[in-house]
Structure formats: structure tokens, C-alpha cells
């Protein structure tokens, strides 16, 4: 029986060979300069996943929120660390997790820090955020000050420990130049260890996101590397030339429901719902919310000529279809959409079908 | 105890008092006009919800998807419309379903009629849904030969029971005159009615979307209206007209967890995952991702001065704050966030909490 057989409504596929692929190439990267590779597991959320990330070296990871670290706690980790500025209505929540696993939070501001120190029962690393120009959040890299302020208030309590400096260069998903944006960040994390591996020798530096630790080859004097979406890729970083779309590692299977020939669109039950709202444009200032790919017993092939979701709402997605696919497709049959944000998309979907007919597993609820 | 109490990560708060005045004013409306009122549940999907619709004389519903139509199987509804172009892949679950439960699908192509008069065990209506401008789906007002295609392939089963058209008007929500939307609409609706209800004279006709059915004060001779978005409405429906603030039924609490005052940023824990990616934009181009309230124990206040997300990513929400919120607003504290839409909210966040404390349903998964 194929894993087709399985689909009725909007499935997202996982393709493991790829996603194999994709994470034993990015762990080679890393020993190859000497790092290690801390994957950022907002995007896959899967205990699975992680177990395959096991085989390929990688023992820490990073969530974005309390309840993603629950959900990765005592399942093996050295280390858990939450990747977003700690939350401090979440300060029982942590300490229940600490108690059990090694597990670290970022900080960004001293009013949180005292708090931190003020409620914490058990060991919890912490992560200094550092913002070199991408402007979302953390400490700019030049302000000592709060540096030192975070540093001496989390010296009030022997629970928090500090480990190093984490910045995040998303800007590198909006600026052509990745290599000029690594050059800066990695000089400012090297320019924060020199400065304070006197103090703390142990201090890591982790730097990353999917566009640039794709292109970067040169990750100079820092520790650790901490990109998240190379795990699957998407249409988005197909664009931003991370990848190309035989890297894409997840697929959503959508039932077409209905075909209009001379419109040359395609009906699809498959949605914002489904795929999220992310977008791509096309040059002609057309919208595109995911690439099609034509769906097989071994998983999916690229269609020679182009054919992708020009419009969505909640449940609906319209295929602008190129002729080939309007001769091959036919109403009741399934194809695949890449989506341009598989993160987003993996979020909305709660779970994988691989392609041996086997189900993945993934974060549940809000 | 306040339900804020709750709260230390992202929730959505559902006020039962908005909700309920927002269900009784567009049942009073289409009451006055002789119309039945059948809102579409793709924007609540709530059992809880459901009831409090009882309570004003709504008898029959409709959703976007089987898995919707599955949860609100045997709850007492008349009639359950799956208001999507019915997936033939699905036949297995729609006879399941239709054992026990009156319900109809939507037809839009003689293909997928055929599928269904081959497979159907069980009694089910059909509407066939006419696009009379928006583009999205549908049967073309004036192709007469698929309508007939369609009835006609219909009758070979007596399983399929033609229970008049379906009209989704959603350019309203790009057009600025939604009254001469609904002229053509109803008049693409009238028309038909005359012409089959001689064949079928039980026919019913059916027309709605929020943002029209706000404002349009009479729907001729159409028997139902079938909003959905109007439970809680959102700030794209302010935008559009349908609604002021203080009618926005949700909000979602966010917590705070750092504040840049000289740059009038508030950082907060809610992002794409809780809020989807829907966007306005403000007069000055910026992007608006949902408005701030001001939480209470009663529930929330709309602050005189316009604070809002001005960026997201998947779990960060940037907030451009008025020095009003700057002033009151404290790291550790929660602020409320009118969405942009509601229903792809609700649909992230799976669940709501009522000001009482008591948590209400949502259908889950994806």
C-alpha cells in the first residue's frame, strides 16, 4: 500500500531521505570548521527528527518557548536552550523543567534577570541575546552597560549560570549581502568573547540562521552554529539561494477538487490553514504561496514547466497551472505544494506522513 | 480568582458579552427581513459557541471542511453545509456522517456529482455554489449547461437532493461598494430562483460574507444569509466597515517581556503561530498585525492612543507603542491584541478563554 492510499484531506509529506540529507550536510559543515551544530527546532518540533539529528552528532537543541522544551525534556538532550527572551510569568514552568534536564534561557534585560534570580530553584543556563543589526530584540552589541548589568544581577544566585552569547542575524533574510552580515556578526561575538573569556572561560558564541550558515563558509572564531529551517528548506529558501527545490524536504498533499481549463486553474482543498499566509512574489507581481510538485508511490518529482498557488484563503488554494499540469491532473487526484515557509506550514499541519506510510510526530497546541 | 490569573503564555480570550450581541444583531437582522440566518462556523469552530447561536434561533450551520462537519455531528443541529466544492476523496467519511446527521455539500462541476451518485449510501443535499464575480469558485452565473450537467447527473441517485444555490460574494471584502455587490449578487440569485423553482420549488438561495452583510440592510428575495467572520469580527473588519472596535469578540493576551522605550518598541511573546500572518496596512505604509488593548479583570479597554504589532515573526510580536503604553506597560505584564483575523486566529490557537476563567471548545488539529 502506498502512503497515498493514506490521503484524503491536506497531509504534509516528509521526505526523510532529504531531510537526512539535508542534516547530515549541514553537521559536515559544521565539524569540517570545528563548531558544533545546535539546530533550531521551531521548524521540525519533532521528537523524531530529533532522534535522526542524534545519528548525525548533534547533542544540544534549541526551541522557542517553554512548552517546546517541555515537549524535547528528558528525551536524551545535554541541552535544551529556549531561544527567545525569557518569559517570566513562565518562571514555574522552568523551574519544573530544570529539575530534570540541563536547560538554558536567553536574557536581554536586567529586570528580568533579578526576577530569574528571584524565583529559580534549580540550575539554568543563560544566554546573552546580542543584536549586531538585525533590530528584533537583544542587547545592542555595543551597550556594556546592560551587558554588565545582566552579568552582576545574575551573580545574586548560583542557579543561573551564564553561558555565552547568542545572536540571531535574521537580517540576512532581507539583505543580498549574507557574507558582509556574518562578517559583522561573527566580529562582534568574537569582539564579546575576548572581552569576557577572562571572566568566564567557558563562554560559548552561537551564531545562526538557514540563509547564512547555507552560504557562509568561514564561521571564523565562533563556538557553535544554530540555523533551524535547513532541515526541511522551503520555496523561501529556494529564493534567497539557500537551497535548491530538490532540498525541500516536506510537501503538503492537497486534493483538487475542481479544474478550469480555460482559466488554467486548478481548485485545491489546501489553504492559509494549511500552508500559513507566507508569501513569494513572482517577477510579474503575481503572489505565490507554494510550487507545485507532482506526488508518486516514491514521493515527488518537479514538474518541468512551473505551476504554483496564486491565491489562498482559509481552505481554498488556486493552482495558476501550466499545461502540462492541466493535462496530467484530474479532479479527485493529489498533488504536492513546496510551501514557501515550511516552519509556519509544519506549525499549522501538527504532523507528518512519511513516505513509508508512517506518521512523524510534532509539538500539539497553540 | 481573574482569568488573568491563567495566563503566562499566549491565549486567546473570547468576551461572551461581545459574541453574544454580535450573534443576536445579525440574527435580529436577518429575522426583520424574513431571512434564516445559517452562519458559517469556519470562524468559531465551537461547540460552546454553537449553543449560544441555539439561543437566538439558529437551527442550521455551516463549515469549510468534512473534519469541521464531523465535529459538529449530532449536536442537534437541522442541517449541517460543507461550503466547500466537495473532495470525492472524502465520499467514505460524508456517508459515515450522513447516517446520522441531515447534511449537504456544495457541487460545482459534474465530475465530482458523478463520483457522489456512485458512491452515496445515505441521503445528503447539495447546493450548487455560483460565483457571480468574485472568481474564487464556483458555477459561472450564466453557464446554464453546467447547472443543468450538474442536476441532471444529480437525479440518477435518489441519494442527492438538490437544495438550491450558494453564493459567496468575498470581493467584498476588495471593493469599496459591497451594496452594488450584493444588488448583482442577489439579482444572480433571484434569477435562478425563478427559473428552477418551478422543478424544485423547495429550492432555497442562499447569500453572505461578513463585510456585506454588515452593511447591506435588504437581500430581495434571498431566503438565507451565511456569514461567518461577524461572531467575533477583527480589525480587518473595522478596516472594511463591518464593525467598530468595541465590537472585536477576541483578543489575544500576549505577554511582555521587554521594552525598548527609546525606540517605542514593546517585545512581546506572539507571533505568526498565535496571530497567522494577516496584515493591514496604516496610512504611512508601516504593516499593522493586530492593535493593542489594555486587559482588565473585566475583560479590555481600546487606550485612546493607537498602539500596534508592528512586525512578527514565527513567535515574536514587535509592538509600536504610544507613550500611553509605554507609560503603563511593565515587563512580566500581559496586553491584549485585537487580531487582524479572527478566524485564522482561532484556527492557530485551537481554544479560547472566557473572562469567567472557563476555557471554550475549538475543532483541533489541522
Same mark, same amino acid.
Given at each position: 500500500m502506498s502512503y497515498l492510499d493514506k490521503i484524503t484531506s491536506p497531509t504534509l509529506l516528509l521526505n526523510e531521505q532529504i531531510c537526512r540529507k539535508n542534516i547530515e550536510s549541514m553537521a559536515a559543515k559544521a565539524q569540517n570548521q570545528g563548531k558544533e551544530l545546535v539546530p533550531h527546532f521551531k521548524t521540525a518540533q519533532s521528537q523524531l527528527i530529533g532522534d535522526w539529528c542524534k545519528e548525525y552528532g548533534i547533542r544540544q537543541l534549541t526551541v522557542s518557548s517553554i512548552k517546546m522544551a517541555a515537549y524535547f =525534556?528528558?528525551?536524551?538532550?545535554?541541552n535544551i536552550h529556549i531561544? &527567545?527572551? &525569557?518569559?517570566?510569568?513562565e518562571s514555574s514552568q522552568l523551574n519544573t523543567l530544570a529539575k530534570s534536564q540541563r536547560i538554558s534561557v536567553q536574557l536581554i534585560n536586567e529586570n528580568v534577570t533579578q526576577k530569574l534570580a528571584d524565583t529559580l530553584e534549580h540550575e539554568v543556563g543563560f544566554f546573552i541575546e546580542i543584536d549586531a543589526?538585525?533590530?528584533? @530584540?537583544? +542587547? /545592542? +552589541?555595543?551597550?556594556f552597560g546592560l551587558i554588565e548589568a545582566i552579568l552582576l544581577t545574575a551573580k545574586? @544566585?548560583?542557579n543561573l549560570k551564564f553561558q555565552g552569547f547568542y545572536l540571531h542575524p535574521g537580517h540576512t533574510y532581507y539583505t543580498a549581502d549574507k557574507q558582509q552580515i556574518y562578517k559583522e556578526s561573527i566580529a562582534a561575538l568574537s569582539m564579546l568573547k575576548n572581552k569576557y573569556s577572562t571572566e568566564y572561560p567557558e563562554l560559548k558564541t552561537r551564531v545562526g540562521d538557514t540563509p547564512g550558515c547555507a552560504v557562509v563558509e568561514d564561521f571564523g572564531d565562533v563556538d557553535q552554529i544554530g540555523p533551524g529551517n535547513f532541515v526541511f528548506y522551503d520555496m523561501m529558501q529556494v529564493q534567497l539561494g539557500? =537551497?535548491?527545490? /530538490?532540498? +525541500?524536504a516536506v510537501a503538503l498533499a492537497v486534493p483538487v477538487v475542481d479544474i478550469k481549463k480555460e482559466r488554467k486553474e486548478i481548485l485545491v482543498h489546501g489553504g492559509g490553514v494549511h500552508l500559513a499566509k507566507d508569501v513569494l512574489m513572482e517577477p510579474n507581481g503575481e503572489k505565490n504561496f507554494g510550487e507545485v510538485v507532482l506526488l508518486n508511490d516514491q514521493g515527488w518529482t518537479i514538474p518541468s514547466s512551473r505551476s504554483f498557488l496564486k491565491s489562498i484563503s482559509q481552505e481554498h488554494g488556486i493552482v495558476k497551472a501550466s499545461d502540462e499540469l492541466l493535462n496530467t491532473i484530474k479532479v479527485g487526484d493529489l498533488i504536492g505544494i513546496l510551501p514557501i515557509h515550511s516552519c509556519m506550514t509544519a506549525d499549522c499541519m501538527k504532523s507528518y506522513l512519511k513516505l513509508d506510510g508512517e506518521w512523524a510526530d510534532h509539538v500539539e497546541g497553540a
Open positions: =525534556c528528558n528525551k536524551g538532550w545535554n531561544a &527567545f527572551p &525569557f518569559n517570566p510569568l543589526g538585525y533590530g528584533r @530584540t537583544g +542587547v /545592542e +552589541v555595543s551597550d545574586k @544566585t548560583d539557500s =537551497c535548491q527545490k /530538490e532540498d +525541500v
